[in-house]
């Protein structure tokens, strides 16, 4: 089992950044992909980013060039920087993390992240 804990959302003004982590515990050798979701109030949960265990990394075209991934594996946790944000950023983020060679993921509870106009 992995447990997940997100930290970082908060009210922030458009134009401005936020840092988001995630930090992974439990069995944290299983990790395979971790990434990031975010679900907007009306709307359903969507992609924002993930990053594999090689580092590949994939994003909603929403946030190309303005968010990045990465992770610090031997911390077991992964980041997303996030600037440029505009109202439309608002949302619950979800931390996520898959398994090696298995259907299981994972899921944090969520963190606010709200951009005032």
């Known amino acids: 089992q992995v447990q997940l804990v997100e930290s970082g959302g908060e009210l922030v003004q458009a134009g401005g950044s936020l840092r988001l982590s995630c930090a992974a515990s439990?069995?944290?050798?299983?990790?395979?992909?971790m990434g990031w979701y975010r679900r907007a109030p009306g709307k359903q949960r969507e992609l924002v980013a993930t990053?594999?265990?090689?580092?590949?990394?994939n994003y909603a075209d929403s946030v190309k060039g303005r968010f990045t991934i990465s992770r610090d594996n031997t911390k077991s946790t992964v980041y997303l920087q996030m600037n440029t944000l505009k109202p439309e950023d608002t949302a619950v983020y979800y931390c996520?993390?898959?398994?090696?060679?298995?259907?299981?993921?994972?899921w944090g509870q969520g963190t606010q992240v709200t951009v005032s106009s």
């Open positions: 996520y993390a898959d398994e090696f060679y298995s259907d299981n993921d994972y």
């Open positions: 439990g069995s944290t050798f299983v990790i395979n992909a």
């Open positions: 990053i594999t265990s090689g580092r590949a990394t």
